[in-house]
Nanobody
Framework: QVQLVESGGGSVRAGGSLRLSCSAS???????????IAWFRQAPGKEREAVAR???????VYADSVTGRFTVSRDSAKNTLYLQMNSLQDADTAMYYC????????????????WGQGTQVTVSS
């Protein structure tokens, strides 16, 4: 059974940085070639939106609102995907989730089968 666990959220002042982690179990990055791990976020009263999507061997895709500020990286030895968030803004305040699907990447949250429990990011100015 695939399980995802996010960590690294917290409260930070605008302009600050956080690094989120998404640790996966139930599948191994190095033994699969067709899967997408995505970061989503959801602010109160808003729809869940894709922040970044990472597919093995391809350049990560970012939402326009975070391009140049957020960076995805992975540590295959730890089976963990990271989301480095710099220059954080009030608008980045949300619950952040990682999700995986064993298909090509998509910005649609409904097509992802496996989700973590989320980690809260709060940015204050």
């Amino acid at each position: 059974q695939v399980q995802l666990v996010e960590s690294g959220g917290g409260s930070v002042r605008a302009g600050g940085s956080l690094r989120l982690s998404c640790s996966a179990s139930g599948f191994t990055y190095s033994t699969y070639s067709r899967y997408c791990i995505a970061w989503f976020r959801q602010a109160p009263g808003k729809e869940r939106e894709a922040v970044a999507r990472d597919y093995p061997g391809r350049t990560p895709v970012y939402a326009d609102s975070v391009t140049g500020r957020f960076t995805v990286s992975r540590d295959s030895a730890k089976n963990t995907l990271y989301l480095q968030m710099n220059s954080l803004q009030d608008a980045d305040t949300a619950m952040y989730y990682c999700a995986v699907r064993f298909e090509h990447c998509s910005p649609e949250p409904r097509v992802y089968k496996y989700w973590g429990q989320g980690t809260q990011v709060t940015v204050s100015s």
